[in-house]
């Protein structure tokens, strides 16, 4: 089962421009990560933000998590022709013990 | 950093065969995990285990098979493939912990069954 929804499905923006994901979840998690794929690749970790944090940033990277319309944005600023990838939520749970991951955005940056 | 390795990036198999595929970890990660990736469906968790030995059904066990025989390997086993099995497969390790660790994927191995 898919916990994580990931809106929108595809994103196409020119370099410099800023780029939202979104993520929503469907019952209580104790984090969500994100993660990067470039095609044909395995994921990369990008960050993880725990239930009692509203927001977190790494570099051009701004996370922002709301439990309780329970989503989640990913933000990145100054996008750059190599952010082209696929971009996947993944929620963590302890009652189940999994990380259950979304169908993921693909971005594609125009240089 | 940590390196999962997955021995095969592609392969080709028949149908009814038996296929192997390999991931070795070297951080010592107690948590590893099969996962199929197929085009809007996302990533599916075939297995995991948290211990030598140890394995637990994910989402999707069916026609699969692990085995966890030394901490730093975990093999996923086709008992005998069929052509709905052709996929991406993602093999990903992690600390144990409640909370929630980070997961370290491998490159992905493409399997293709004729």
């Known amino acids: 089962s898919q916990q994580g929804e990931e809106d929108p499905q595809a994103l196409s923006i020119q370099e410099g421009e800023n780029a939202t994901m979104n993520c929503s979840y469907k019952t209580s998690i104790n984090n969500l990560q994100w993660y990067r794929q470039n095609s044909g690749r395995g994921l990369v970790h990008l960050i993880l933000?725990?239930?009692?944090?509203r927001e977190k940033h790494s570099g051009r990277l701004r996370v922002t998590l709301d439990t309780s319309k329970k989503s989640s944005s990913l933000l990145i600023t100054a996008s750059r022709a190599a952010d082209t990838a696929s971009y996947f939520c993944a929620t963590f749970s302890s009652n189940t013990g999994k990380l259950i991951f979304g169908q993921g955005t693909t971005l594609q940056v125009k240089p | 950093d940590v390196k999962v390795t997955q021995s095969s990036r592609y392969l080709v198999k028949r149908t009814g065969e038996k296929v192997f595929l390999e991931c070795v970890q070297d951080?010592?990660?107690?948590?590893m995990f099969w996962y199929r990736q197929d085009p809007g469906l996302g990533l599916r968790l075939i297995y995991f285990s948290y211990d030598v030995k140890m394995k637990e059904k994910g989402d999707i066990p069916e026609g699969y098979s692990v085995s966890r025989e030394k901490k730093e390997r975990f093999s996923l086993i086709l008992e005998s493939a069929s052509t709905n099995q052709t996929s991406m497969y993602l093999c990903?390790?992690?600390?144990?912990?409640?909370?929630?660790?980070?997961?370290?994927f491998g490159e992905g191995s493409w399997l293709t069954v004729v």
């Open positions: 951080m010592d990660h107690e948590n």
């Open positions: 933000i725990r239930s009692n944090e």
């Open positions: 990903a390790s992690s600390l144990i912990g409640s909370s929630g660790n980070t997961i370290y």
